[in-house]
């Protein structure tokens, strides 16, 4: 197809350091949250927590899955895949928070 | 419409080579592609569960703590260093085929094979003990719900109005326990927190079910040495699907097991 | 067009190729997989038709004398839930989409075509679960499901409905996965995006949603389908669930699904437009990005149906003032088609006459969609035959009218065969006729406060509703002739040739029927859709 | 009498006027853009009917024309939104001096009550010249109290209350419908709404035979269910103070403040302990299957008509931390024995 689809797609890959690197992270990640749960800390507990979440899960799709490796149109699908859910979410509650 | 004419070019006659692509190159692409797309849909479906348990969870946010902290933290957490455990080797096994390691391939799937029936084993346990302790919402599976101290609901966090009863310290203050009416009222909205429970992780469940299944089948191709270099799109794809569920499971985890886990005694 | 007496079908194509039961239920042809598709919504379109019949004779008095009341509940129920999840969403996607999407890009077919016919078993399968429901005596539901009704008070097989629907959504899901990815990845060379025809663009916008609402569709119906099967309260207020946030999750979907069900009908529109002006699409651009535009807002106005469902205020006012967004596209899409008229050599063959019809129609079951935006007017109007009349002249009027027209403009595509001129045109007058007829004393009876999904009525409302019912079976003519007359084409209908219309677009450059696997060598696309105009004189055509 | 084909519904609210304006005004944005549209697409048709030698003329588009015929419909929508947003924003909120009437929907039934007591069922009886607010309710799935004549129509939910209002300007009897789909006899849940002079509306409450007005039902209620052994003026209560409740904002222990609002009231004695109030326990038994919709109306126009006694600060009905937490079990005990008792003497109504 169009040569910018092409491109990129074959050339670099993760090596298995920078995945073992990603799953160091990731278990790390895990158990940060299980702490910051115990943690008073309010408003902030779900906060930190889904900042963790959303942290963890970037990496796994930059590395594990390749999107930082791969071509837009993956990058556009997987941000429009969040940004839908973003939409779903955030005029649900619109209604539920003004009630 | 004046349309030029060419042959197509097509590179090389490899064995899964589907009549409808141009080449093998155009192939890979759009079922990369196609995984994706069907990602996003999985997103949206699971997207849908995410909102109503957002929603239910803000408005009856004493009952969510309360069945959150009824659930058995360490097995939650257990399973996620296993699920990410078996993204890793799922990943490392793409990697293989890429560098056309046919033993190294195989023995990352198989990896991910036990980890991933390990994951589900957990599941079966805590699945368990959830209906020993009456807490599978409804009143048609087993003894049906109830928080709040039925006959034969044992486990340790059985009865959730009993615990709310007691007296705790929280973060070095001296709480009051709730008193009984509250209690039961709060133990008895709990279910709706079980109903989340149990569909988000039977959700994820069924699809680590499928993608066991699945991945049994690429593992039988891999053993026939059907992937390497040049062609090895289905583990690939794989992969994709295997670390979305991973991806889920990454939000499940704190949603469900650790919404308050400030310690008390 | 008088040269086709001439041509001959061509040896081999793609219907005898392959013969017997197997070779259809087991092809991967993207052709053959369309026909499938065409019979089995053919079906349901009469059966909708049959229920729509049987409302329309129970309407005429104003006693519920002809059936139950439970009867009538279920009639309206399987006439919109047929008509709506197992004729319209699939109608012009997985039948000329199907057919066509491929053949309009040059390529063999589309990217997965396994995945294809699953799609159609998935579909079957999905039917044969509804076809169940029926069997046991229909559901009463209405197409909407609201809880608790559904979930907790009816006796009828809600369940098994629930599950067909459900089924029936992934067949929907991985049409639109099958078409996003065959035109991001499976453009013949030199087909770019400004290249492709307006029909591709609107196709591949109704994919969008179908794949990224119809998962929340299919979560919902599982969350309804647990609450009434092991009586948990997840809408119903018994347990703290809120019966408001089921529909929250439906119009998430049943919105932008109601685009699922115009978008395809407007790409339709866009080439029957084109071609029978002999023009260029005016604003190929604008009439591209509208559906992008419509698709994409599409998704952010649902609680339109919920005005008065006790949403809140302030968010009541944001999705109306988002309604109105989504407008603003069609209407762009209504001007550049008039626009493509101007100027150009119009002859009024029977799919240019429904495309007059779809716009016509469109434009006052759309503008009508204004009325139902409108805060303060809706509260009057919601739930009443207001809301009914909207939507057939945006359903019938609009899509089923770009549906025929479609399926007339490439029946010689897909058959080989031209249908009888005469009696299509007669057939297409027929069906303006009784429709108008039917559906717009709705619109007064609507505003007088005559109640939707009411089995009686008091007995002012009796004269328009004899209108109404006159103009149906008015209308059942015009659906019937079509089904005669197309039928018996097949074997009598004049071969057709390549390309009867002298149209542009690749599916007119190959023989009709296509061959298997559509292009003998694939093309190399050199310019733009409806490049009428400049061989016009050399290539003889008037 | 009423024309044989009438296109408007009978006017017979305040309001109504104000809808039928702006459907007109639709109307006439419909029908000049329909017509235009028809009109081109006919002369169009017509002149540039194909005829040999005259091929079709090729233009590609026009940037301005499209900035046009989006920037026009784009104003007019708008418009029409600002106008309907509008009337939908009066019609959301009933004027302070309503009159309150409050409505159960159930399958396939409306059932009204009014102030004095005054009970009616599939018929509404209200005065002209006055803003009646209808609190709704449902007892089993969602209905939808719609009266053409007032151009009003609300959801009546089966977990919390819903308004509408209106004014009623002419007198005559109107339909009711219940136009949001409820099962089998959807189309039966009908009555009548009887438009009434006030003096013909006084002479109708007279004469309707009233057991009490609500509120004094709803202080019986008050006084049989127990209310009052925790709900009392003195220091000693365990409960807040009720008077003067109604409106006003309180502080509950997680330091929101919400308004007590007919919902707030009535998911206090159904879910007592959803929202606790600032400095109190959260004792207080639930009512859930003890009292009826009926029941709640009535309990809920007496709270409502108790008159704030002094104008203390907020949320200070009663001075904090009244009881002690060792006392809590002992309460409790004694209210569920209390309960017992009295569920054993009457037997209540049906579980849900
Ligand atoms: C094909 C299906 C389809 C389409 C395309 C539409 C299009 C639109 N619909 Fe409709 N609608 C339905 C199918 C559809 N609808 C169905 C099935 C229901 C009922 C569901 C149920 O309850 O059972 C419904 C119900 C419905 C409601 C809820 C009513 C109620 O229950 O109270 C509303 C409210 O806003 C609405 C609005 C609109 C709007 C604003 C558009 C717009 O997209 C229309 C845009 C088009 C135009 C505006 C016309 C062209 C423009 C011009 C000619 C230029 C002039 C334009 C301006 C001045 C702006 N629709
Ligand atoms: C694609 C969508 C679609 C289509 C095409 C139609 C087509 C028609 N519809 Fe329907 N309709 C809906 C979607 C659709 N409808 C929906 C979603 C609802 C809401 C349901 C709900 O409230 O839940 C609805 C509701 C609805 C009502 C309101 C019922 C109520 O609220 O009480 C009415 C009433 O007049 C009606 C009439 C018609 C008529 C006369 C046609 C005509 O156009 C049909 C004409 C076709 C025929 C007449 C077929 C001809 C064939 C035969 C008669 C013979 C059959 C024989 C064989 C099987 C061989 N429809
Ligand atoms: Cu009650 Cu319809
Ligand atoms: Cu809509």
Known sequence: MSAENSRAAESSHPTPALYGLILAILVSGTALTYFAATWEMGIFNPIVALTIACTKATLVILYFMHVRYSNKLTIITVCAGFFWLLILISLSLSDYLTR | MSTNQTTAPATGHHPAWAHQFENMQQQKEASSFGMWVFLLTEIMMFGGLFTAYMIYRIKFYDAFVAGSSSINVQWGFGNTLVLIGSSFTMAMAVWAAHKGKRMQQVVYLVLTMVLGTAFLGVKAVEYKAKYDECHIPGQVIGKGFNATGGPGCSGEGANIAEELEHPKTLAGKEVAGKPRAAAEQIARQSELFFVFYFAMTGLHATHMIIGLGVLAWILRRAWKSEFGPAYYTPVENFGLYWHFVDIVWIYLFPLLYLINRIPHH | ?????????????????????????????????????????????????????????????????????????????????????????????????????????????????????????????????????????????????????????????????????????????????????????????????????????????????????????????????????????????????????????????????????????????????????????????????????????????????????????????????????????????????????????????????????????????????????????????????????????????????????????????????????????????????????????????????????????????????????????????????????????????????PNPWSAKGLEWTTSSPPPTHNFDVIPVVTEGPYNYGDDEEAAGVH | MQPKLPLFPEQASTIAGQVDSLYIFLVLITAFFSLLIGALILFFAVKYKRKPGRPAEQIHGSTLLEIVWTSIPLGISMVIFVWAAAIFYHMQRPPANAMEIYGVGKQWMWKFEHQGGQREINSLHVPTGRPVKVTLISQDVIHDFFVPAFRVKQDVLPNRYTYTWFEATKPGTYHLFCSQYCGTKHSAMIGDVVVMTPEDYEAWLASGKAEGSLASSGEKLFQQLGCATCHRGDSGARGPNLPGLYGRSVRLTDDRTVVADDNYIRESILLPNAKIVSGFQPIMPTFQGVVKEDDLVQLIAYIKSLPPEDAGPLNNRTSPGMIRDSEVTNIQKQMRQENQDKAASKPSGKQP
């Open chain 3, 1 to 497: 067009m008088s040269t086709a007496t001439q041509t001959v079908m061509p040896e081999k194509h793609y219907l005898n190729e392959f013969f017997g039961i197997r070779s259809w239920l087991l092809t991967k042809d993207h052709k053959r997989i369309a026909i499938l598709y065409l019979l089995t919504i053919s079906f349901f379109f009469f059966l909708g038709g049959l229920f729509a019949s049987l409302i329309r004779l129970e309407l005429l008095t104003p006693a519920g004398d002809l059936f139950q009341s439970d009867t009538y509940n279920k009639l309206f129920t399987m006439h919109g839930v047929n008509m709506i999840f197992f004729f319209l969403i699939p109608s012009v996607p997985a039948v000329l989409g199907n057919f066509l999407v491929p053949i309009m890009v040059g390529a063999r077919d589309l990217a997965f075509p396994k995945i294809n016919l699953l799609s159609w078993y998935i579909f079957i399968a999905g039917a044969a679960f509804a076809l169940t429901a029926l069997l046991y005596g229909g559901v009463d539901t209405g197409w909407t499901f609201y809880t608790p009704l559904s979930s907790g008070y009816l006796r009828t097989p809600v369940i098994v409905m629930g599950v067909g629907i459900l089924i029936a959504g992934f067949a929907s899901i991985f049409t639109g996965l099958n078409f996003i990815v065959t035109v991001h990845r499976m453009r013949a060379p030199g087909m770019t995006w400004g290249r492709l025809p307006l029909f591709v663009w609107a196709n591949y916008a109704a994919s969008l949603i179908m794949v990224l609402g119809t998962p929340v569709l299919a979560i919902t119906l599982i969350l309804l389908v647990l609450e009434r099967g092991f009586h948990i309260g997840i809408f119903d207020p018994k347990l703290g669930g809120d019966p408001v946030l089921f529909q929250h999750m439906f119009w998430f979907y049943s919105h932008p699904a109601v685009y699922i069900m115009i978008l395809p009908g407007m790409g339709v529109i866009s080439e029957i437009i084109t071609c029978f002006s002999r023009k260029r699409v005016f604003g190929y651009t604008f009439i591209a990005f509208s559906s992008i535009a419509i698709a994409v807002f599409g998704f952010v106005v649902w609680a339109h149906h919920m005005f008065v469902a006790g949403i809140s205020t302030y968010s009541a006012m944001v999705f109306s003032l988002l309604s109105y967004a989504v407008a603003i596209p069609s209407a762009v899409k209504v001007f550049n088609w008039i626009a493509t008229m101007y100027k150009g050599s119009v002859s009024y063959d029977t799919p240019m006459l429904y495309a007059f019809g779809f716009i016509g129609l469109f434009t006052i079951g759309g503008l009508t969609g204004l009325f139902l935006a409108a805060l303060g007017l809706d509260v009057h109007i919601h739930d009443t035959y207001f809301v009914i009349a909207h939507f057939h002249y945006v359903m019938v009027g609009g899509m089923v009218m770009a549906y025929l027209g479609g399926l007339h403009f490439w029946w010689p595509k897909i058959t080989g065969r031209i249908y009888p001129e005469f009696w299509a045109k007669l057939a297409a007058l027929i069906t303006f006729i009784g429709f108008n007829l039917t559906f717009f004393p709705q619109f007064i009876l609507g505003y007088l406060g005559m109640p939707r999904r009411y089995h009686s009525y008091p007995e002012e409302f009796q004269v328009l509703n004899v209108l109404s019912s006159a103009g149906a079976s008015i209308l059942a003519v015009g659906f019937i002739l079509p089904l005669i007359y197309l039928l018996w084409s097949l074997r009598y209908g004049e071969i057709a040739g």
